[in-house]
């Protein structure tokens, strides 16, 4: 069964704008992490976030975790044009040795 | 952007042809892995190793095989492709099993 469910599965802002992107997931985790697929190219990760965090920042990302809810949020500040993307939430389940990815949200900016 | 190269890029080729499609990474990392995506939808782990003479199906089931006889290098086979198998596969690499993932751009696969 699925790991990483993603919400919205798309989402259409105004370049600018905050984008917040949630993620949920059903099992203990030692971490989970974002990246980024731009149309057309293998994904680029972002963010890691452990299990023992609850708020990380990085330039204009910021992610949050929420264990006890097993959901994750995140948010890029002053959207721009090349933000344009989909962006994948990635969790590795405790003794596991490989991530699973959800299903995406397909990020548009418009300028 | 991280060392890890994919190819072909693109491939279109007949239903039966055996297709090997390459993957390549400098890092020097033990774990690698293959996943298939359609576009616009989620990843699915095809098949990863943990190292070299270490092979392990995943998530997904799949026609396809894959070999790791040396650390850099993990190449993934279908004896003879079908329209079924037409999608886009990604390699990825890590130094750890929970650690971040490097992907190569991928290999999109048509099969006529």
């Known amino acids: 069964s699925q790991q990483g469910e993603e919400d919205p599965q798309a989402l259409s802002i105004q370049e600018g704008e905050n984008a917040t992107m949630n993620c949920s997931y059903k099992t203990s985790i030692n971490n989970l992490q974002w990246y980024r697929q731009n149309s057309g190219r293998g994904l680029v990760h972002l963010i890691l976030i452990r299990s023992n965090e609850r708020e990380k920042h990085s330039g204009r990302l910021r992610v949050t975790l929420d264990t006890s809810k097993k959901s994750s949020s995140l948010l890029i500040t002053a959207s721009r044009a090349a933000d344009t993307a989909s962006y994948f939430c990635a969790t590795d389940a405790r003794r596991a040795q490989k991530l699973v990815f959800g299903q995406g949200t397909r990020l548009t900016i418009n300028p | 952007e991280a060392d890890i190269y994919q190819t072909p890029r693109y491939l279109v080729i007949g239903t039966g042809k055996k297709i090997t499609l390459e993957c390549s990474q400098t890092?020097?990392?033990?774990?690698m892995y293959w996943y298939q995506q359609d576009p616009g939808m989620e990843l699915h782990l095809i098949h990863y190793?943990?190292?070299?003479?270490?092979?392990e199906k995943g998530d997904l089931s799949s026609e396809s095989t894959v070999s790791r006889i040396r650390t850099e290098h993990f190449p993934l086979t279908l004896e003879s492709a079908r329209p079924s198998h037409t999608s886009q596969y990604l390699c990825?690499?890590?130094?750890?099993?929970?650690?971040?993932?490097?992907f190569g751009d991928g290999t999109r696969l048509s099969i006529l």
């Open positions: 990825a690499s890590s130094a750890n099993g929970n650690q971040p993932q490097h």
């Open positions: 190793s943990y190292g070299v003479n270490s092979t």
């Open positions: 890092m020097g990392h033990d774990k």
